[in-house]
């Protein structure tokens, strides 16, 4: 029955069934009620603090709370369809504790500001979570490159060979992806820890509440500025599912050489057999099918980047019911984002390189045709030119099904005018990737300086990361409810 609600008062008819199906989040809020219920915590220290509800009524209601956070997380508490949501559930809950007093808590608040509460509470530690596990693959992806420092392989471009590096340099060019990825989320983070209770339902409240104190328990960075944007505002989910599908596309840019890298074709590595799968029909073939998924599901995490950005494109301030359809969505790619993320690190960290193979394939493709084009250049010959002879070079070469390398000194000199065993050198790939010695290239003193720079970075990160899983331990308010 409506009249059975929380905000049944000027109800007279039950509510329709569907509807009540349609209109309930609690199958999916209820992952928010630990959160919530801090939030509460939080919210009823400072009504007591401020007079607005007595200590005796502060002390019931934050010990109620604390009690059913352990009834939730053992199990025992019954979450109902007919109550909503989270909030409610909670509150209702509530109410059947401790009587009477409960009906004080929501003094003050709205759904509309609680909510924003909860999604910001829960989202800042899924941020640090997230960030985490991107640290876990970039040590995976270290790990690979420290080993891979002298792996000789082809660098391609149009995905043909294009000029020798070394494998470690192709590792770190992924680190430096999941590194942006990091610092995208770490950076939403200023604008998602902030304290948006006080905005009531959309105008504030008249009673003389403590925004300040309710931030300083909740350990935010700050306080909302609007109440009008505070309880319509959702673009911290839509920075955190932005920075989740840039993710998820370099996570699936990854799974795709992986996919590659293990066909025969290729050969480059070898994955964990715990992490392929078998032909039902095929009794020989090991598929990728982990890094296949981890491909497959950039999709859904884009997909659900654009249902929340629709929903939210032609709503008028301030709250508005569309709203909720944002925790499916966020919940959705947050859970992908962090499982593909942590698969992908213990895959990596088991993955085989075959140096042999990546070795083998720079031999066939001319890969050190620009090498030869810049010692033309060096001598003098303008690059386009050296560019022209070197693309003749080539094509005795492919007439004659050879490599450079299998070009005698004099042929080199005859095609290209210059003393041919001066060029030979150059068709070295060895000495091909020791000359691209520029900041940023893969020549080895720089592979080796960027690899200490990259652990470099990754151990202030963890210290930084470690430093927000502290100041988001809201434990110190489970302790005070119950004083
Ligand atoms: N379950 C709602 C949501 O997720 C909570 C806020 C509801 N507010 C309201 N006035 N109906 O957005």
Redesign the pocket.
């Known amino acids: 029955m409506s009249m059975g609600k929380l905000w049944g008062g000027r109800f007279s008819e039950q509510t329709d069934t569907l509807v009540e199906q349609l209109n309930a989040?609690v199958s999916f809020?209820k992952r928010l009620y630990r959160h919530d219920i801090l939030g509460s915590i939080a919210h009823a220290i400072m009504l007591g603090t401020q007079g607005i509800i007595s200590q005796e009524e502060r002390k019931t209601i934050t010990t109620g709370l604390a009690e059913l956070l352990d009834e939730i997380e053992a199990g025992r508490f019954e979450w109902r369809i007919d109550r909503?949501?989270v909030?409610m559930n909670v509150e209702a809950a509530l109410a059947d504790h401790i009587g009477a007093a409960a009906g004080k808590l929501h003094t003050a608040r709205?759904?509309?500001d609680?909510?924003a509460l909860d999604v910001r509470l829960w989202l800042r530690d899924r941020i640090v979570e997230t960030a985490g596990q991107i640290t876990a693959v970039q040590t995976a992806l270290l790990y690979l490159a420290n080993g891979s420092q002298t792996v000789l392989m082809p660098g391609y471009t149009h995905l043909q060979r294009a000029q020798p590096i070394v494998a470690a340099h192709h590792f770190l060019a992924y680190f430096e992806m999941f590194e942006r990825d990091c610092s995208r989320f770490l950076d939403g983070l200023q604008r998602t820890n902030v304290m948006p209770l006080g905005s009531g339902?959309l105008a504030g409240t008249p009673f003389p509440i403590d925004r300040g104190l309710v931030r300083k328990l909740l350990r935010f960075d700050g306080i909302t500025r609007n109440s009008l944007d505070a309880v319509s505002d959702r673009d911290f989910v839509l920075e955190f599912m932005s920075a989740a599908a840039i993710t998820q596309m370099h996570l699936s840019r990854l799974a795709e050489e992986l996919v590659l890298w293990m066909t025969n074709e290729f050969a480059f590595i070898k994955l964990p057999d715990g992490f392929c799968t078998g032909s039902s029909i095929m009794p020989q073939k090991k598929n990728p099918d982990i890094p296949e998924l981890i491909r497959g599901k950039a999709g859904r995490v884009y997909g659900d980047l654009m249902a929340l950005l629709t929903t939210m494109k032609g709503l008028p301030l301030a709250?508005n019911?569309d709203?909720?359809e944002?925790?499916e969505p966020l919940f959705d790619a947050a859970d992908t984002v962090l499982s593909c993320l942590t698969i992908a690190a213990r895959m990596l960290e088991r993955a085989e390189i075959q140096p042999e193979k990546m070795r083998r394939a720079i031999d066939e493709g001319f890969l050190t045709a620009t090498d030869l084009a810049d010692a033309l250049a060096a001598t003098g010959l303008p690059f386009r030119e050296a560019h022209h002879v070197v693309g003749k070079v080539v094509a005795y070469c492919v007439d004659r099904n050879m490599e450079l390398n299998d070009l005698s000194p004099d042929e080199l000199t005859n095609l290209t005018g210059q003393d041919g065993s001066a060029l030979i050198p150059w068709l070295d790939p060895v000495s091909s990737v020791r000359r691209r010695d520029v900041p940023g290239g893969p020549a080895p003193i720089r592979v080796a300086a960027a690899l200490d720079d990259a652990a470099q970075r990754l151990s202030v990160r963890q210290q930084h990361l470690d430093q927000l899983r502290s100041a988001f331990d809201l434990d110190h308010l489970l302790l005070q409810a119950r004083l």
């Open positions: 989040s809020d909503e949501d909030h709205s759904r509309n609680q909510v339902a709250y019911k709203m909720q944002d925790k």
